[in-house]
T-cell receptor, first 115, second 114 residues
């Protein structure tokens, strides 16, 4: 079992550019969440996907969008990048989007640097 | 929405001592409280969790307590070892419109000196 896999692991962009991050959930999981972790901070919830729809969204602007595919994998897109978007982006997966019944598994993250 | 406060931000102990990290949450509807450990450059990993119908849970050297009335929960690590050095995050789960999400605290960096 490969667990949660994310790509790319590191990337550098310039202000105003767009970025797409990818995530494959742990085998058997159907719910994917994305978190932004700034240096020295806790993960901040961006949004959660279940059954290919965004089910919950945190306090992030519309520049942040996502998608979930029929195989449960997911993408996070960020448009018009700002310096403040530099962070580690974590994908997490679990089974079921309702009441927590098990561990939320995290990927290793994608480290985004915006110059 | 939910707000989780975590203290202290940094905790230094000697090997063998106990360590306690405390968190408070704002929404009384929160019902699940996990703790994650994140080593440098690694992914957060669940170390223990507790549900709102339980007051305390233990797993070897770690334990978590929950006080629903006061809306706070704590992580206790006994007989600390250097490999316990990491950043620890508490979190609270709340369910909105049928879907649950986790809100994390800002983390506690635990340093265990040999």
């Amino acid at each position: 079992d490969a667990g949660v896999t994310q790509s790319p692991t590191h990337l550098i962009k310039t202000r105003g550019q767009q970025v797409t991050l990818r995530c494959s959930p742990k085998s058997g999981h159907d719910t994917v969440s994305w978190y932004q972790q700034a240096l020295g901070q806790g993960p901040q919830f961006i949004f959660q996907y279940y059954e290919e729809e965004e089910r919950q969204r945190g306090n992030f602007p519309d520049r942040f969008s996502g998608h979930q595919f029929p195989n449960y994998s997911s993408e996070l897109n960020v448009n018009a990048l700002l310096l403040g978007d530099s962070a580690l982006y974590l994908c997490a997966s679990r089974l079921g989007a309702g009441i927590y019944t098990g561990e939320l598994f995290f990927g290793e993250g994608s480290r985004l640097t915006v110059l | 929405g939910e707000n989780v406060e975590q203290h202290p931000s940094t905790l230094s102990v000697q090997e063998g001592d106990s360590a306690v990290i405390k968190c408070t949450y704002s929404d009384s509807a929160s019902n699940y409280f996990p703790w994650y450990k994140q080593e440098l450059g690694k992914r957060p990993q669940l170390i223990i969790d507790i549900r709102s119908n339980v007051g305390e849970k233990k797993d070897q050297r770690i334990a978590v307590t929950l006080n629903k009335t006061a809306k706070h929960f704590s992580l206790h690590i006994t007989e600390t070892q250097p490999e316990d050095s990491a950043v620890y995050f508490c979190a609270a789960s709340i369910r909105y419109s049928g879907y649950s999400t986790l809100t994390f605290g800002k983390g506690t960096m635990l340093l265990v000196s040999p």
